[in-house]
């Protein structure tokens, strides 16, 4: 089975700057793809990007950029520019290429971010 | 569209009860999964339907825990007898078929079992 870990259960950064949340993944499939989800205090899960494993360029959406590093099972999500409207629980999310694995997502516990003016 | 619907959006009971969750996918979608978020565990997939049909349902904490999906339009998540340690936020998802789709989640249920 898979497991995902995030180990920065709390992480914080002044607005306009920059922040990176890790996270780790064990797995022993070659194909993949790897997620990254925001849940503001509304609770509604926001996927913030996605990566496909079989990529080796790494994926962009605005403000927000991860560092895959397959080799080392590492996949950290950069935000620049932080907005106070950051300030939300970001999980990371692994989900196998496998058709028989339903395509259902496996979670980090997640980490806490605080954005301060 | 609406989006993947789940009612009701808070439910407080008390221990013992029976509490039942409900989850429309979004239409045409081919897998719906029922996730729960707890502060202990984070978030764990519970079962996922494929065209109806519960595939794995081995995330089912224990018997207690029932999930049917009569129809491609409706899914629901059923506790008998519920127990404070069910207490949760339970999250229904959907998706089309193929590797690449993404999976889209509902607002969630926050259940509270006194």
């Known amino acids: 089975a898979q497991t995902v870990t995030q180990s920065q259960p709390e992480m914080s950064v002044q607005e306009a700057e920059t922040v990176t949340l890790s996270c780790t993944y064990d797995t022993s499939e070659s194909d993949y793809y790897l997620f990254w989800y925001k849940q503001p205090p509304s609770r509604q899960m926001i996927l913030v990007i996605r990566q496909e494993a079989y990529k080796q360029q790494n994926a962009t959406e605005n403000r927000f950029s991860v560092n895959f590093q397959k080799a080392a099972k590492s996949f950290s999500l950069k935000i620049s520019d932080s907005q106070l409207g950051d300030a939300a629980m970001y999980f990371c999310a692994y989900r196998s290429a496998d058709s028989n694995s339903g395509y259902a997502l496996n979670f980090g516990k997640g980490t806490s971010l605080l954005v301060t003016p | 569209d609406a989006g993947v619907i789940q009612s009701p959006r808070h439910e407080v009971t008390e221990m013992g009860q029976e509490v039942t969750l409900r989850c429309k996918p979004i239409s045409g979608h081919d897998y719906l999964f029922w996730y729960r978020q707890t502060m202990m565990r984070g978030l764990e997939l519970l079962i996922y339907?494929?065209?109806?049909?519960?595939?794995?349902d081995s995330g089912m904490p224990e018997d207690r825990f029932s999930a049917k999906m009569p129809n491609a339009s409706f899914s629901t998540l059923k506790i008998q007898p519920s127990e404070p340690r069910d207490s949760a936020v339970y999250f229904c998802?959907?998706?089309?078929?193929?590797?690449?789709?993404?999976?889209?989640f509902g607002p969630g249920t926050r259940l509270t079992v006194l």
């Open positions: 998802a959907s998706r089309w078929q193929g590797e690449y789709n993404e999976q889209f």
């Open positions: 339907f494929n065209n109806n049909v519960p595939i794995d």
